[in-house]
């Protein structure tokens, strides 16, 4: 999402590299959204950036799962719902196009939509993969109630929402939880806080010597921490730099011990 939004590199080069040194440090998943752009003119920024990468990368396209969403608009860089069935069908036709495929791996909605019922979006989606323009169907930003309802809907196998030790309502919701009993892939945004508040991490008592002692990051602690919260959790953090970007990867190599997991659970990990 960096690479596309305000703040975004200068140049196009630097986005593909930070891009390029995920997947050859081992990402097989790349998740990605039409709105991660500047607004409605810029709408399919990051699926475009991400199909070029694929098509200049070296390695296997076919080792990479693309996941985007459709859902949301950008009017005047706003963040705005729609989940209205004629807006999805776009909205999937327009990241076809951008992505370069005539496939997607996994479609998600964005969020729900309270103007349109969660049914006819989720519905649409499922008229979208019967189309053959969709492989899997995801849901993002949603309840327990939510994932049973689009459960009886549709074959879903992921849900998207946000977990890490600043907010940690995906796991006291259930969320998290209801996603490893039916054995559905749980997307962890923001899995290191996002903007300011990943900057407080270096300096947290609770990682410092957690990161000393595992000789990684606090932001790979952190990662490793997000990972450990269920059994089918994919930690999907942002990067605007490669080293950002391999550093992330380190925390997959990490299990930390029970006794460093309740640390960061009893942790005060203030928003304020």
Known sequence: MHLSIAGRPDDETTALRVIHAALDGGATILDTADVYCLDDGDIGHNERLIAKALRTWGGRRDTVVVATKGGMTRPGGRWERNGHPEHLRRACDRSLKALGTDR????????????????ESVGTLTELQRAGKIRWIGVSNVTVEDIATAARLTSLVAVQNRLNPFFREAVTGGVVAECARRGLGFLAYSPVGGGRLNKRLPDH???????????????????SWVLAQGATVIAIPSARTTAHATDSLSAADIQLSPAELSAIDAAEFSRS
Do not use: K, N
């Open 205 to 223: 008592p609770a990682l410092q010597p957690i990161a000393r002692r595992h000789g990684i990051s606090p932001h790979a602690v952190v990662l």
């Open 104 to 119: 997607i791996d996994l479609y998600q909605l964005h969020a729900p939509d309270p103007e349109t019922p969660f049914a």
